[in-house]
């Protein structure tokens, strides 16, 4: 039986073509900001590592917030991370970048203008057929309103994928300070400069990436509406916050 989405968090044809574009190679996503004969063209997508999900739940969020650094240090009570609504088989699984580049000038200096357009975790090989917004174990569909986008917020414009299970123990290198000051993290440095932190007694990670301001979850659906891929955008054209 094929699957049949719902209307509601579905991603209109803007989006979709998005989503599409983004990761194919040589492609278009529109323009230059202020300047419409040099395009934005996808360069490339590349493998920045391997996540370990155990429990089956996925949070897409930002790693910490500064307004409850306060609150951890103190140790008191801080609010859940975005847990999505979706489950997916326990397992490890690629994370991926479509890179982008518009070359520009400003104030007579020219920057290659490379951007990461969008970030994916792949939990299969099966085509994609259609996308739908991945809600949050708290959102309430039926008060979504047509054309809303709901989106995860980050002060430091960092997002990540991270097991559930092990969230607390994850993101605990992300909220050290000393005197309000960051302390350096027991972190594996990666490409895109993203970050990789392991809890070994659960067998489970926690992967940064680049989110301007935070960024909108996407689900890619097979044909039998198996979940494929997830996918976060933070700039793409007509997005709400």
Not at 36 to 51: C, D, L, R
Not at 120 to 126: A, P, Q, T
Not at 169 to 194: K, M
């Amino acid at each position: 039986m094929e699957w049949i989405g719902d209307a509601r968090p579905a991603a209109g044809p803007e989006a979709t073509w998005y989503l599409e574009t983004a990761f194919t190679p040589g492609e278009h996503l529109g323009t230059v900001y202020d300047d419409p004969t040099t395009p934005v063209v996808v360069t490339g997508i590349e493998e920045v590592t391997a996540i370990r999900i155990p429990s089956g739940r996925l949070v897409v969020d930002a790693p910490w917030h500064d307004d409850e650094t306060l609150a951890y240090e103190r140790g008191l009570p801080t609010s859940p991370p975005r847990e999505l609504a979706v489950r997916i088989p326990p397992g490890t699984y690629r994370v991926e970048i479509a890179w982008t580049a518009g070359p520009y000038e400003f104030f007579g200096e020219h920057f290659d203008g490379v951007a990461c357009a969008a970030t994916r975790l792949c939990v299969s090989d099966e085509p994609v057929v259609g996308w739908e917004m991945g809600l949050g174990v708290d959102d309430d569909i039926d008060r979504l309103q047509p054309g809303e986008r709901i989106r995860f917020s980050s002060d430091a414009n960092v997002g990540c994928f991270a097991d559930a299970g092990a969230w607390t123990a994850l993101t605990a290198p992300f909220r050290g300070y000393v005197d309000g000051r960051p302390v350096p993290r027991d972190s594996e440095q990666l490409p895109g400069r993203c970050e990789r932190v392991t809890d070994e007694s659960r067998q489970a990670d926690l992967v940064t990436f680049t989110a301007e301001s935070g960024g909108v979850v996407w689900l890619g659906r097979t044909k039998t509406g198996e979940v494929a891929a997830i996918v976060v955008t933070s700039g793409m054209p007509g997005a709400k916050a």
